[in-house]
């Protein structure tokens, strides 16, 4: 996470052109809720693209076809025996 994305999400959680050190503690900690929160939607956000790059690559798509027609394999020959 760049230092960049951290001034957007003060921003977002409603702390952007506040000097947050000089809040009063009723609106200090709901802000931190807030900037809490968007820090781990975005840190899921790029976890999932990630996951999601990783399972594009040719590599991926051919394990995944040797599992699914396995499965397919194991499952037709369980029809028979039941």
Do not use: W
């Not at 991926?60 to 394999?73: D, G, H, N, T, W």
Request: proline fraction near 1%; charged fraction near 35%.
């Amino acid at each position: 996470m760049t230092q960049q994305d951290i001034i957007e999400m003060i921003g977002e959680a409603g702390g952007y052109g506040h000097n947050t050190c000089e809040q009063n503690e009723k609106s200090f900690y709901p802000f931190m809720e807030r900037f809490a929160k968007l820090v781990e939607e975005r840190a899921a956000a790029k976890e999932r693209e990630a996951c999601a790059k990783t399972v594009e690559t040719i590599k991926a798509y051919r394990e995944l076809e040797k599992v699914c027609f396995k499965f397919a394999a194991k499952t037709i020959r369980a029809r028979g025996q039941a």
